[in-house]
C-alpha cells in the first residue's frame, strides 16, 4: 500500500447495538417500513434556558430538508423541483428513489448528507442504509459505501477493499501530497462516468471544446475554466443560501 495512503472510519459500527440489534438502527428502521427519526430542535437551552425564534426553528428546518438531498449528477437532470420533498418516498425529506437537488452525485464520498449520518436519527454518526431502498422487499441494511452510493442509479464504481458490507463507513486521506508535503485531506472515493461528462459538455454544463466535425466528437477540457466554473457554482449557492436566510426573516 503507498505510504502516501490510509483509510479513517468516521464510525464503528457492529452487527449488533445491544439487545435491540440492527433492526432499532437507521437502517433496521428503514427496512421495517419506518422512516428513520428527525433530529430534535431541543428548546429551551438546557443551559441558559433560551428558547428559539421563528427564524431558528425554520433555518434549523431548512438544514435538514438540505442535508437530506438527494444529489442528480448534472444540472437538470433531479427528478423534483431541486429542494422540495420527493412525494412517494418512505421519508420525502430523505428520498432513496428520485433526486431533489442537482451537482455531481457520489462523486466525492455519497450523493447526500444523511446516508452517512443516519444513526441513531438522522443527522447523528454513520450508520447502516437499506441498499436497495426502490424494491417492494428492502434487503438487510449494510454499510451505504458497499452498495447503495457507489451503485446507486446503474452507477459503475469499483468498491475499494476497505469497505465491507458489514464494515465501518470509510473515508480516504493521503498523508502526504505528491511532493513530500503533509495533505491529510478528504479525497474522492467514487467517480462521474465519461459518458456523463460528454453529456454535461455537449449540454452546456461544463466548459468543453469540441474536436471534430462529425455526430460523435472529442472533448477536450481546460483545467482553469473547470476551476473557474466550479468557483461561480460555489457563490452561487452561497448567495442563494443567503436569499433563503433574509426570506426566512
Known sequence: MDDRFCARPRICPERSWGSGGIQNTGGGLQQQGIPIPHPPLISAHPVTGATFNDNERKSFEEGIARAGQLEATCDSCNDVTDGSPVPG??????????????????????????????????????????????????????????????????????????????????????????????????????????????????????????????????????ISELVSHMRCRVESEASSVRVLRRKAS
Open 89 to 222: 418516498e418512505l421519508d420525502p425529506v430523505f428520498p432513496q428513489v428520485r433526486t431533489n437537488s442537482n451537482g455531481t452525485g457520489a462523486r466525492h464520498n455519497a450523493d447526500q448528507c444523511f446516508v452517512c449520518h443516519a444513526q441513531p436519527q438522522l443527522g447523528g454518526s454513520g450508520g447502516f442504509i437499506v441498499p436497495n431502498p426502490a424494491d417492494p422487499v428492502p434487503q438487510q441494511a449494510e454499510n451505504p459505501q458497499f452498495r447503495l452510493v457507489p451503485h446507486r442509479f446503474g452507477r459503475q464504481n469499483v468498491v475499494p477493499s476497505f469497505e465491507t458490507q458489514y464494515g465501518p463507513i470509510r473515508e480516504v486521506r493521503f498523508r502526504y501530497k505528491p511532493d513530500g508535503t503533509r495533505d491529510g485531506g478528504v479525497h474522492q472515493l467514487w467517480k462521474i462516468s465519461p459518458v456523463t461528462v460528454k453529456k454535461m459538455a455537449r449540454e452546456g454544463w461544463l466548459p468543453a471544446h469540441a474536436i471534430g466535425n462529425g455526430v460523435r466528437k472529442r472533448w477536450r477540457f481546460r
